[in-house]
């Protein structure tokens, strides 16, 4: 198979290439609720894209979605997740809760085995959990055991890992306590930072457990290699306590960076998934993959945050609101992420369990009013046109980011006479630099919530809480998080956690932008999955069905696709637009001059977002236009040229033009 983003030409290519236009079969299910053998597939064998390279695939030590895609089909925690999201039993058939929420007793399927034949054993979640609570492991996501009693101190060095609060009673009897109740703990459970390993391979082969070759899992599925930068291959597991309901019997990882390259991989039928699409393509792919085109809230919200240590937002929240009110959120989501992101007025995406977020007021006003009461409040912050408030917006590395902090500063250029300057980190710089809490003032920023409550996102801003990169510190607020993680009852634990987004939507320290959703190409032919706040889609529960005219489809379908790769669709269908730079230009720090806001920012809402937002382990990106007479963003696009602009520095801040923006072909 020619999959030219994994540098390698000599793989061969999927079975039932060309088949994008055959239909399948209509699915059938037994009493028992399974597929009936007859609508399947003879080949059970899943192409799939995986976005980037995971860096390893040991559990305690992989970061990114990459890697758990990966680690959720070879492994398999205490708890499971169903294809709708519901946390449900894995390893653990059932389990008990105390009285006090503090006392967790699971009882182990006694059918479990690990892919070498070993039983799975309560001593293996011990062994597991400890290794990922060490110092020495270094986990960064060990931060999920924090619940567990004396993890923290565990995690710091100051208590031996046998302290931790994990105990195997006997071989399928395991009990953890808790500092205090965990509501959502059960949920924590399918993380892969608590999954067990295999600890006698660990032994033997030290830090390479994890090659193919070496890795004993006790999931649905074995690694069986690892080509690297062109594929990861999984086969079933049959020593898997639930093997005989498993379908596919091989799946292919491949890491696609270029999600353009994916997406013409998937056209030509050579994959069944992909990790995502180019946002550049989304009316083209809207129109002619209508069916395979997956656009799904995702639990995750995009917005810029605000140091509040730092002046001008120092007990501020007037200032801090008046620019949250003057960001037009409408036209971002509709001009340049343009995938179906909802404008947001809160922290808490919707969709988790039956939380509802309080709304502010002013997000029912419509923009005007809004940009009214801005500037209203900017004034009562002592700024005017002659004495306009400055302030930097970093961000780190990726053209999309980029974009978002040249429309915000554009839009509040437009609206209230601001002048922001902008600074781009490295990844690793931009991290260092928000967690120090020196030198920002305004920055990018974002959560997607590692599992499904609203906890995830409140937790953000409690004082001592180790990603409060914002600063804030309300002793009310730490507070009614204190309740709200030991309070047991839903609905008063719903109200608590009400209160709390209310309190921070008051005192703003950020600003919400969209909330996030995934999009990706799927085969209509794959089934067995659904579309799930979290994301998390297991391979187990899938499988493929047979086309409705076996035998025929590839020759038809290989001459209609084929002209289809060919062809020339119209421009404004699938545009991917490309923003010239000089070669050798520092973008390290760009003056947001008004000429560069003005010509950047139209660029962008007339292009659309480019697919690489960046998401630091958890977060993500947003943008806009103006100009100078003061007309709208949408009237600002028409009154500007082809041609954008840079900041040379040394050159004092002088506009350099630079080539037209380039309009490639569309899809090939």
Known sequence: MLLGACGNEDRERLPGRFDRHASSVELVLTEEGRPDPSVLAVEQVLHRDNGEEPVTLDPHLAEGAPSAHILRDLFEGLTAESPQGRVIPGAAIRWNISRDGKTYTFYLRREAHWSNGDPVTAEDFVYGLRRSASPATASKHAQVLLPIANAAEVLSGAMPIDQLGVEAINDHILVISLKGPTPYFLSLLNNASTYPVHQPSIMEHGSAFSRPGNLVSNGAYVLKDWKLRSRIELVKNENYWDAENVILEQIFYYPFEDQSAASKQFRAGELHWTYGVPSNQFKWLQKHYPEELVISPWSGSYFFGYNVLREPFIENPELRRALALALDRDLLTEKVTQFGEQPSYTLVPPGIGEFVSPVPEWAEWSQAERNEEARRLYAGAGYTEDHPLRFEIRYDAGQNNKKMALAAASLWKQVLGVQATLLNEEPKVFLQS???????????????????????????????????????????????????????????????????????????????????????????????????????????????????????????????????????????????????????????????????????????????????????????????????????????????????????????????????????????
């Open 434 to 668: 928000r967690d120090q809490k020196v030198l920002t003032q305004v920055f990018r920023a974002g959560w997607i919530s590692d599992f499904a409550d609203p906890y995830g996102f409140l937790e953000l801003f409690r004082t001592d809480y180790g990603r409060n990169d914002y600063g804030y510190s309300n002793e009310l607020y730490d507070s009614l998080l204190e309740e709200i993680a030991s309070e047991r009852v839903p609905a008063r634990r719903r109200r608590l956690m009400y209160e709390a987004e209310r309190m921070l939507l008051v005192e703003m320290p950020f600003i919400p932008v969209y909330t996030y959703v995934t999009k990706r190409l799927v085969n209509p032919r794959l089934k067995g999955w659904q579309s799930n706040i979290m994301d998390h889609h297991y391979s187990k529960n899938m499988f493929l069905l047979k086309t409705a005219v076996d035998g025929q489809q590839n020759v038809i379908a290989e001459t209609e696709d084929s002209a289809e790769l060919t062809a020339e669709a119209p421009l404004d269908e699938a545009p991917e637009v490309q923003i010239p730079t000089e070669e050798g230009q520092d973008e390290q720090f760009v003056p947001a001059t008004d000429n560069e806001l003005e010509t950047d920012a139209t660029t962008v809402l007339e292009a659309g977002a480019d697919n690489d937002m960046s998401t630091d382990a958890d977060e993500g990106g947003v943008q806009t236009g103006f100009n100078d007479a003061g007309a709208p963003p949408e009237e600002a696009m028409e009154l500007l040229d082809q041609k954008t602009t840079q900041v040379d520095e040394s050159a004092g801040g002088d506009d350099i033009p630079v080539d037209e923006v380039t309009v490639e072909d569309p899809p090939e």
